[in-house]
């Protein structure tokens, strides 16, 4: 194995619900000038390898990879797409570098969700075509049965489930690139649409548009450089079964073993004492509470307790998305985990602003590919 | 720098125009073959590296994750990658730096396609392919352009049609002895010529067929190789290069992309004179004259010079550079990315001496396959020895 790997340079646009000024090649190229100048490179000289994030159905074009080497200055260069989270892109890009034929590699992941006529059509094509389909199930109807699930074993509330957006979205306000940040109370929910009882409107995150693009390089060219990086000290990724009928609709074992491989690289007995804060995912307000639990960070076999007492605000004891998370900051398909991953690196940097937290070191970083699957991938970062 | 990587198994399902078997179904029997050919188990698998082009012939989106249980990915780290039509090279890629990055000690790599789902032919995938301002509404088709291509090539060398259907010949009798084969067929170029013309010059049997099919290899470091295996075969190099989105906008008589990757995998194989190093090769050949322009892209002819080798057999099985043993895309068969990865089988059992009836006739050391996708765009490249 290779020397240790870094970043160096991190770059993204607002994300906003709408963006009819600019193209989604406009997004990647905006948030890869902004990375590769943080990194203080020239991506047509320095860079040598490029993965992107992406799937067709969410582009709207077959065989997107086509159209990603222009905008991000990556033409007739090593460039390729895995079609997965953008962490399952860091996980490749680490894996690339820790091979020592590489010292820098850049990962991408955008979204224009605005441009989707029928985002719910395009998600239930990601069924089982011959037992699933022919049911119709909307995602969001499939969330809301694991929700009703997860609650019923765990004890959590659906209030607590609640609290969880209330955190997340007033957490979005202090982010200046948070899309869907807002003042909310547990009132709002009383009077808001059920999607799939007991998921109402509020507990789902909603899409934005936006560009992320990282920039990763091993020990010696950091060196080189003279960087400050944040060290990626562990990855893990896993995925459990892509049946729904088969799969535990509570206890995520993908996660757990994503976690656990993460934790094992980066020397992690006990991860609650060892990380400082996480930035996870919460496509649906439950999600955050059942990764945390996955994750081996929930305190316990219930989580929701702990919402009650504020120990996952920014001033609690465990500060779980700071940023504001999905819910705050919008939903990005592919690009949801490097969202989280930018802002994590913003944390330990000491760039977060006002959502400061005080001697963050140490960072977890989780994504999730959202229903129907059970893909998840996990970074430890350290500054 | 990073640790060695072999290639210790194979297995393949018959390239069929319409499989009966799920896509899934597809995966487990070609990763249960390889499995099954090197006395491993899935649960000695560390991770699986899945390749499989575009969702739109499923109709299933992030067709990966649904294909994940069938392809034993179960509980395991599991990834998908995708380069158009280049993947099923570039999977070998995938699993060389999931192993030598040391993190990773056994990968399985699986390629599969269906592109029966698609009807009534899966060349309506392909409308969805171009930019969606300035090509789609010139309704374009992967054909038109590929025969703008070929044209092109002709032009540039003043090639003729005769020579560059030798290749169609030569790798449909190929497939003749490949038991997996679609469209293996004793075809001669009179029968090329006469058959119906596509988009001039691309005739109908220039052109490989739509297929289903999968392919999957094991790789692994080389402690466990050398437990499992006394002949295992190296990755001794890999490339990948991407050309600009605007294919319009450069000349299309030479694929630049693919000797950029072929540079970067004979680097790091520590190949200088590849027509020399390289004793065989499985180029892609979706169409006739691409093997052509692919060997010159991979600098194993000079630029037009790939024709004549074939007019004097070089390239065949008992040449001096066999040049798609196995039939190739033109016999065997075209299940996109499992297309690209049955090359790099077909290397395995050349290079072990296992090919059978297909086994070329010189002794061979280092073989090189390639793959080509996107918009006439991307190269991969993997050479790999004993």
Redesign the interface.
Known sequence: ??DRVGIIGIGATQFRSITPDVSYKELMFEAAVKAYDDAGINPRKDVDTFVTCA????E????F??????QIG???????????DGL?GI??A???L????FDIAVVEAHCKPSNMVNPDG??A??Q???YNRPLELNTHFIAGLEMNRFCYETGATFDQCAKVVIKNRKNALNNPIAGRATLLTLDDFKHTDSVSCPLTELDIAQPVDGAVVIVLANESKIRDLKKEPVWITG?????????LESRDWVYL??VT??AE?AYK?AGISDPQKEICFAEIDDRYSYKELQHLMALKLGCGCNPGNYVDNGHFEIKGEFPVNPSGGALGMGYMYEATGLARLYCAVEQLRGNAGKNQIKNAKTALVQGW?GL????TAVAILSA | MGNRVAIVGAGMTKFVRRAQETGKELCYEAAKMALESCDMTLDQIDAVALGTAPDTFDGVHMKGEYLSDGAGAFGKPYMRSYVGGGTGVFSVAQGWYHIASGLIDTCLVICEEKMSSYRPHPQGAFMTIFDHTTERPLKPNLLWIFALEMNRYMNTYGLRKEDIALVAVKNKNNALDNPCAQIAKAVTVKDILNSEVLAWPVQRLDVSPVSDGAVALILTNETIARRVTNKPVWVEGVGWSLETSYWTNRDLCYPRYVEEAARMAYKMAGITDPRHQIHIAEPYDPFDYKELHHLEGLMLAGKGEAPQMTVDGITQRDGELPVCPSGGLLGVGNPIAAAGLMKLAELFWQLRGEAGKRQVARKVKRGVAQAWGDLMQVGTVVVVGV
């Open positions: 194995m290779s799937e067709d159905y969410i709207g074009t077959s065989i990879d086509e159209y990603v080497p222009d990556a033409a007739l260069k090593p460039v390729h797409t895995i079609g997965g399952h996980a490749t680490l894996l690339q820790k091979t020592g034929r395009i998600e094509c990601g089982d075509p011959i990855i893990g990724w896993c995925n459990g079964t892509a049946t074992d993908y073993k994503a491989m690289m590919r129907p699957t059970t893909s």
